[in-house]
């Protein structure tokens, strides 16, 4: 019995390579891929280019910028135009952040065939020069597909300060 088994189990080990070889030059029909939702495949988008802004991964991070992105930040400073002046931008701001954490949540996806716009807000932690540092804001996306992926045309970025009590103003006589 013991022998019988080993001698099958060689003999289904020899026919699968054969079979498997059969037929080379035909392309296997690819196994079904469950498609998501466009709303959730976008949804998805954003949280893979997160990803890619928090570890630092600016090759993977350009896959969801255009080049002809505009980008305005939370400083009050001019808008950045075009993938390249984005790139250099944040290669600076890298420069300065460790342990960046970068926490996404309340997301609002509107699709309108292939241009989209998303909201969300957002809660950043991170050491920067070496300092703790909190922040949290509201990010506004314009996104467009292209070439059967979403990338993101125009980013808006705002900071939320925390209210500040002031003194009333002083009457004027």
């Not at 420069?95 to 241009?115: A, K, S």
């Amino acid at each position: 019995m013991n022998r019988r088994f080993w001698g099958l189990t060689l003999a289904l080990l020899l026919l699968v390579p054969c079979a498997a070889g059969q037929g080379q030059g035909q392309r296997r029909t690819p196994e079904p891929t469950i498609r998501l939702p466009e709303d959730q495949a976008l949804d998805q988008a954003l949280s893979e280019m997160l990803a890619a802004w928090q570890v630092g991964d600016l090759e993977a991070l350009h896959l969801f910028f255009a080049d002809d992105v505009t980008v305005v930040s939370g400083a009050f400073e001019p808008p950045i135009v075009g993938w390249t002046n984005y790139a250099k931008a944040y290669q600076l701001q890298r420069q300065r952040i460790q342990q960046p954490r970068m926490e996404r949540r309340n997301t609002l996806v509107h699709l309108r065939g292939n241009l989209a716009w998303a909201s969300y807000q957002w809660e950043f932690a991170a050491l920067v020069d070496g300092k703790p540092m909190v922040a949290r804001g509201h990010t506004s996306l314009v996104l467009e597909k292209r070439r059967d992926r979403w990338v993101i045309l125009h980013n808006h970025t705002s900071t939320v300060g925390e209210p500040q009590m002031t003194s009333p103003p002083a009457p004027q006589p």
